[in-house]
């Protein structure tokens, strides 16, 4: 009896496993999935599991501009970790491309529940709904998340002197809108990014 | 009065956020360090930042099978993080490269007082002593990140039939040496790894 116990629980133990192995396979596919944003050197387009690995390090350091009080790190950081995952379905859509907007939050719930549901369903909860909370923005994890989400890329085109901007006509009003809400958590950063934007204008790296 | 000491904490915040900056812009290299490792598909070589993503996300799913009691999953994540950022001055050490060993850690020192050095100086000093941490393996954390790290490169040589391992004319007992230290801290991830070893020699991707 207390063998077909332990039998049962390996059987259970070893498809969790089993199901985390194919999840951890399958998300693989993100390092395919290419941004509009190019590489600070220029050489190339950036991915989206660069991109994710990058935010999520500047998540770490940015941390004291975040003046909502008592912030959980480990959140913004799982947050951050898995929010472009459902991009493996549903494509990487442009900041500024309206008509990609129209059904994006549909086809990308419908890969959450896809590549999220390859996981344990205890798991597989709890990763669907940190991508929420993420798309929600309602939480102060989730507005920090989604402000270092957003400087990342204006950082990036900055640098690349507006290259990503130019090859698809982007004004400074359409950026400047796109970071309105960073001054609600990270104020310092969202007047920092306003410099930027600015500073590209004067440049001509971004169209006024 | 008032007034100069309000411009002097602007002067210091804007250089804090200023070496931040210049920190995140140096880190967007490591998107060019390339690893032995292909990608699931076998398309490409894998780079740092990838690899980097993909662990952190493994670190976050597998954390229940860490046997050691209280593992601080913040501290893991941040760990890995950052634990190949050094690589961008002292590039990837192929794991099976004795000579490259032999001054490895002298070289990812130096990088590492170089990059972190970029920051804030409390910001460097928490980073590097977070490097050491997962170097010296002596905590919970590093021995967790440093096994979830050994088994990512595993998964990936096999589910490219051994493209590494036998482009390096690596053999399964080298394989088993790297991974023991796995057995301390996730012991059901050692088992699993040593299966895929086993499975690995039987179809022919490992020499025996």
Avoid: C
């Amino acid at each position: 009896m207390i063998f077909i116990q332990r039998e049962r629980l390996l059987v259970n133990e070893s498809n969790r496993l089993h199901r985390q192995i194919e999840f951890i396979r399958e998300i693989d596919k993100l390092k395919h999935v290419l941004r509009q944003s190019l590489l600070m050197d220029a050489s190339r387009q950036e991915n989206d599991a660069e991109h994710t690995w990058h935010i999520a390090m500047m998540g770490m350091i940015m941390l004291e501009h975040a003046v909502e009080p008592g912030l959980d790190l480990k959140v913004v950081l799982k947050m951050l970790l898995i929010h472009d995952i459902v991009e493996i379905d549903a494509g990487d859509t442009f900041a500024y491309d309206e008509s990609g907007h129209v059904d994006k939050f549909q086809r990308e719930q419908l890969a959450a529940n896809r590549i999220f549901g390859l996981l344990p369903d205890d798991q597989r909860d709890e990763l669907i709904s940190l991508w929420l909370e993420f798309e929600a923005g309602d939480t102060m994890e989730s507005r920090y998340a989604a402000s270092i989400d957003r400087l990342q890329p204006l950082l990036h085109n900055y640098y690349t002197s507006g290259a990503a901007w130019q090859r698809h006509g982007v004004r400074s009003s359409q950026v400047l809108a796109r970071i309105t809400k960073m001054a609600i958590s990270v104020p310092a950063l969202y007047d920092y990014a306003v410099w930027l934007v600015g500073d590209a204008v004067a440049k001509g790296y971004l169209a006024e």
